[in-house]
Each structure stands twice: as structure tokens, then as C-alpha cells.
């Protein structure tokens, strides 16, 4: 699955490369025929990026199953919250308060983004109340009326290094590109009448993997 995952992704960006090329040369009517195969291709990339996503995380879910995500929120010296996760063998764990989220994400390329994914959805889950749509877990940019003119970052600590990833600003909830689509990864192919993304209900981590 890696495999094909990245080899549609390097196949779909060598036609979008050509097709922009050819626009500059006597060649330019292939133009058109190089899109279509970046766009099938891209299209290819996305399937196969579902299907890697939906296999992680690998541990029960038990481990990563949580009810507020603000017990495992920490206040720094620098007047932030923060959210820890360290990688102990292979392991990604969050502890606070005796209370642990496990999430083990050996071989997925993107780990970090996968985290912060999870993080952005767990704050916006109590907003899936019956009056928005669950599509906002996925939304690029939320506001969070607990967390009004506030900061929060996720910080990974692996291989001795701290890494520090702001995903609340002032109050606004931030995906990533990447985690934005890690996010929306179950319902990537589903039209607007399939796709639980588009109904009013209050939704959970558990409901979430169930849409996968």
C-alpha cells in the first residue's frame, strides 16, 4: 500500500511538471492530455492515501479513546497550554493526571500531522452538537469559545528533540494542510448524499473511526 501510495503521488506530479512544461513549447496541445493523466493520477494518490490512513492508528482503541481532551492539557512557563506526546518504543503516549493516550503509528509517513489531527479533532467535537456539521472537523480554520484569545501547541518530544506545533491561535482552531486531509481521510470519495461529513449530530472519536 506504501508503495503504491507514493508511486502515484511521484507519477501524478511528473505529469502536472510536463503538462506546465509543454505550455512553453511547439508541444503545447499535449498540454491537455498530460493534465488528465496528473489529475487521474492525483486522483489514484488520494485513493490509495484513504486506504493507508484508515489502517492507523495500529493499538486498540482503547488506548486513544478519551473523553475531554483538556485533562491532558498542560500550562507552560511561557503562559501557553500545551499538549505533550513522546515516542517511547515506537509508541506515541501522552500522559497527565494517571491518564494516558497510547497511539502506535510505526510506518505511517506522516506521524506528527496524524497526531495533530487527532489533537484539532478532539477539541472540536464538542461543537458537533446538532446545529453544525460534522464537516467542521475538517474546516482549516475553527473557533473554540473555551479557548477564546489562547494558544495551544502540540509538542512531540522524540530522538532528544522537542518539537513545538501551535495548532490554536487566539482562540482558532488550525488544521495543516496535511492534517486537514488526514482528518478527512474516511470520507474522501463519498458524494454529499453518503458522506456522514454533511449531517447535524453530535459526534466522537468512536463514531469517527466508524465513518472509516
Not at 493499538?59 to 515516542?87: A, T
Not at 482552531?173 to 463519498?190: E, M, Q
Amino acid at each position: 500500500m506504501v508503495v503504491l501510495f507514493l508511486l502515484s503521488f511521484i507519477i501524478s506530479i511528473t505529469f502536472f511538471v510536463t503538462s506546465i512544461v509543454l505550455i512553453f513549447t511547439p508541444n503545447y496541445p499535449y498540454f491537455i492530455l498530460f493534465f488528465m493523466l496528473f489529475d487521474v493520477f492525483l486522483l489514484l494518490w488520494l485513493f490509495f492515501f484513504q486506504k493507508y490512513t484508515k489502517k492507523y492508528p495500529k493499538n486498540s482503541f482503547e488506548d486513544f479513546k478519551i473523553k475531554n481532551i483538556k485533562q491532558y492539557i498542560k500550562y507552560d512557563c511561557e503562559n501557553n497550554y500545551v499538549i505533550e506526546f513522546e515516542l517511547k518504543n515506537g509508541v506515541w503516549e501522552c500522559e497527565n493526571n494517571n491518564l494516558k493516550i497510547k497511539m502506535d503509528l510505526k510506518g505511517y509517513l506522516f506521524q506528527k500531522s496524524f497526531i495533530v489531527a487527532y489533537v484539532i479533532r478532539q477539541q472540536r467535537y464538542k461543537l458537533t452538537n446538532g446545529k453544525r456539521k460534522v464537516s467542521l472537523l475538517r474546516e482549516s480554520k475553527v473557533s473554540l469559545l473555551d479557548f477564546k484569545h489562547r494558544n495551544l501547541f502540540v509538542l512531540l518530544k522524540y530522538n532528544n528533540k522537542n518539537e513545538k506545533i501551535q495548532i490554536v491561535y487566539n482562540g482558532v482552531s488550525k488544521h495543516t494542510s496535511l492534517s486537514r486531509l488526514i482528518t478527512a481521510a474516511p470520507n474522501l470519495f463519498d458524494t454529499p448524499y453518503q458522506s456522514a461529513r454533511y449531517e447535524y449530530f453530535s459526534c466522537n472519536e468512536e463514531i469517527y473511526r466508524r465513518m472509516k
